[in-house]
């Protein structure tokens, strides 16, 4: 570097810093303050320490010689230099240019005396050490303390500040023996080290040693560009127990390149501490899968365990969990519960291990031991029977049987932990086993508590068959004894009004020939009563009267509308003082299927409620009807000014026993079944009846067919 003084005389630096014990770096010769320094991590500028014995203190060395010192890998701007010693040892050499530039060099050696010129490239040394050990701290702080920093990118900044070439770091789980590759900054073939093998991370691990120093060696580390670094730096992590370790390599191509312990301290106390925190977030989202099992309900097993494997997943990090439980027969694991790429519900279809068959899952259940797969897709136990959706190929798995209390459940298994901020597969650490060994410890408890739960429910059941049986029968009699009062009321005043009727008419008509047609007519519509009444008393349960008989294409106006008419209009207009009106152009020749006595019952439902539910009023009941606009549906609608049906009544009116506020304050006689009759029968006639306006008019809406259509389950159901 050059120093400028006051006077103006300029003077060229070219100083090596010490960064361990044999090696010195060269730093950058056109810098002069703090924010100038540039390629600070170059490690082109490394120079063994050998290379400056054969100089001794404030010794005057020609450009040409230090050149080949150097190996001519620094431009020398001086034809002299001036080899100068820190004051505090061997902490930095520095070589002072003696340049010509502005004066003499013999001029300028009568001028400063050697002692002086060391003094001044002394002071402007430290200087330059000072800047280039803040910019190189204040550049590693910044890569490790930055947001989205990873792992990786930890030991990246660390190996810079080091000024190694390469890493690997190498975690050790005691679940399975193995030594797995969490990170490193070049490729590596092979990332999972085992037990059996004869390798350096065992061999390192079993020493007990914090720290080695030595050449690697090809095969025996494990690397397949050993052959290409002279040294290897092996650190000792300590994870969490004794035997949970990890092992961190820096390699350089540096022979004997050591890291100085004040940086070993460094790197190991922060990596420790980023392994604990993201141990620490594992144990956050662990606690999170934990919580999700306050929400099981007893009973509602499966939409408990779909909820699970999707909570491990999210959480987790997990591209796939499936949950397999033993079947009855304990012959089977069948899949209860998946969460996949594709999948976050009820398995679509059965799957099945049979516990006889060799495959992961049934060995995992019949062993009663964890299994571990780092190479799920050639893995030689994998059957392949169920292979969940992913996304990334199948690399590792871990499945864990389920048992409580001596009795196996089944097993839960994940595939494949997936890195979030890098999106890519992970390796699966002991943290890993050990977190999901306590989700499968509470979910066989839980499944424990659902076999008690079971059991206890069939106990309950038992004990109240008998009650079932007779709220059953007891329910039929008072629907039985609804219907019947219902249906048999107005036909009997009807049956009463009609038989005067008919006295008055004998009086009134002159001859028997005269009277003939309409005497018919009245006997007639007395016979349809009749029947109506024999049907209904003959019919003891509800589901068998509500259930079509005889199925035939009818007239709504000649079958349906004007034998209820006929009986019924003379006793409103009486009772209530109301006259009904049709709209004969929209009802004459319309065509319907369905039973004739079913749809005369619900009709008669609405003509009844309509009269009943017109208090004071006096204004007509209008009937009128309306063709669906694809033609397969006839709409006969019923509309009167009454009671007035509130919003939140729309549905509850149509239930068994339900009336509306308006009619129970108004003290209208009714039994709560008319509307839930009718519309269980158009129901089972494959018609609805539905609620159009609620007031002035309400209006009601029988939806019959005008197709046919077989029944022959009678199923009530549309």
């Excluded at 059991?455 to 709220?471: I, T």
């Excluded at 009277?515 to 018919?520: G, R, S, T, V």
């Excluded at 006929?566 to 207009?573: F, M, T």
Aim: charged fraction near 25%; glycine fraction near 4%.
């Amino acid at each position: 570097m050059r120093w400028m003084e006051s006077n103006s005389r300029i003077m060229e630096y070219l100083t090596f810093f010490k960064i361990c014990e044999g090696y010195y770096y060269l730093l950058p010769t056109e810098t002069i303050g703090l924010d100038e320094y540039k390629d600070v991590s170059n490690k082109e500028r490394l120079f063994p320490k050998s290379i400056f014995s054969k100089y001794s203190n404030n010794q005057q060395i020609l450009a040409t010689e230090l050149d080949q010192t150097l190996q001519r890998s620094v431009h020398l701007k001086s034809d002299n230099y001036l080899f100068v010693k820190s004051s505090k040892g061997d902490d930095f050499f520095l070589f002072s240019g003696l340049s010509k530039d502005i004066l003499r060099p013999r001029f300028l050696l009568r001028a400063l005396p050697k002692i002086q010129i060391a003094n001044e490239a002394i002071k402007a040394g430290e200087l330059s050490i000072n800047n280039f050990r803040l910019k190189k701290r204040k550049e590693l702080l910044d890569r490790l303390l930055s947001k989205k920093t990873t792992m990786g990118d930890c030991i990246q900044a660390f190996s810079d500040y080091a000024f190694c070439d390469r890493f690997v770091l190498w975690e050790y789980n005691p679940h399975t023996n193995v030594f797995l590759c969490m990170s490193k900054s070049h490729p590596l073939s092979n990332q999972i080290v085992r037990i059996e093998d004869k390798n350096s991370l065992h061999d390192f691990v079993n020493s007990k040693m914090s720290y080695e120093c030595r050449s690697p060696i090809t095969g025996y580390d494990y690397y397949e560009f050993a052959s290409q670094m002279r040294t290897l730096n092996r650190l000792r992590l300590i994870l969490a127990g004794e035997n949970e370790v990890g092992v961190l390599d820096f390699l350089s191509h540096y022979p004997e390149f050591t890291i100085s312990d004040e940086v070993q301290c460094y790197i190991k106390s922060f990596l420790e501490t980023k392994i604990l925190e993201r141990r620490q977030y594992l144990q956050v989202a662990e606690n999170k899968v934990l919580q999700y099992f306050s929400m099981y309900i007893p009973g509602n097993l499966d939409t408990f365990l779909n909820g699970l494997t999707s909570k491990i997943c999210e959480e987790l990090g997990y591209e796939a969990c499936s949950i397999f439980l033993l079947d009855s027969s304990d012959k089977y694991l069948l899949l209860k519960a998946t969460c996949n790429k594709e999948h976050i519900r009820n398995p679509l279809k059965e799957v099945r291990y049979n516990l006889k068959d060799p495959s992961i899952t049934s060995r995992v259940f019949n062993d009663d031991m964890p299994y571990s797969s780092y190479d799920l897709e050639h893995d030689v136990y994998n059957s392949h029977t169920y292979e969940e959706k992913i996304e990334h190929t199948r690399s590792n798995m871990i499945a864990i049987p389920l048992k409580s209390e001596n009795r196996k459940w089944g097993i839960l298994r994940v595939i494949n932990k997936i890195e979030k901020s890098e999106g890519a597969i992970t390796h699966l650490s002991s943290a890993d086993f050990l977190s999901l060994k306590v989700i499968c410890t509470n979910l066989s408890n839980t499944l424990n508590a659902e076999e008690i739960h079971r059991q206890y429910s069939m106990r309950v059941m038992e004990l109240q068959s008998r009650r079932r049986e007779l709220d059953t029968e007891l329910k039929t009699l008072k629907n039985f004894y609804k219907v019947f009062l219902h249906e048999i009321r107005s036909p009997i005043s009807v049956l009463n009004t009609s038989a005067l009727h008919i006295l008055e008419l004998l009086k009134k008509l002159p001859t028997e020939e005269q009277a003939k047609l309409p005497l018919e007519r009245k006997v007639h519509d007395i016979y349809v009563i009749g029947d109506r009444l024999s049907f209904i008393a003959a019919t003891y349960y509800f589901h068998e009267l509500i259930k079509p008989r005889t199925l035939e294409f009818l007239y709504a106006m000649r079958d349906i509308i004007m034998p209820i008419l006929n009986v019924s209009i003379e006793y409103i207009r009486m009772q209530y003082g109301i006259d009904i009106i049709r709209e004969d152009t929209s009802l004459i020749d319309r065509k319907i299927y369905g039973d004739k006595t079913l749809l005369a019952l619900a009709f008669n439902v609405l003509i009844s409620n309509a009269a009943k539910y017109t208090p004071n009023t006096h204004m007509a009941i209008r009937i009128s009807g309306q063709l669906n606009e694809d033609g397969q549906y006839f709409n006969l609608i019923v509309s009167n000014y009454g009671l007035q049906i509130h919003e939140d009544e729309k549905e509850i009116i149509f239930m068994d026993g339900k009336r509306g506020r308006e009619a129970i304050k108004w003290k209208s006689q009714g039994t709560g079944i008319g509307l839930h009759l009718a519309r269980s029968i158009m129901r089972s006639l494959r018609g609805d009846l539905i609620i159009k306006s609620t007031f002035n008019p309400v209006t009601f809406s029988m939806k019959i067919p005008t197709f046919k259509w077989e029944d022959s389950k009678g199923d009530q159901n549309v």
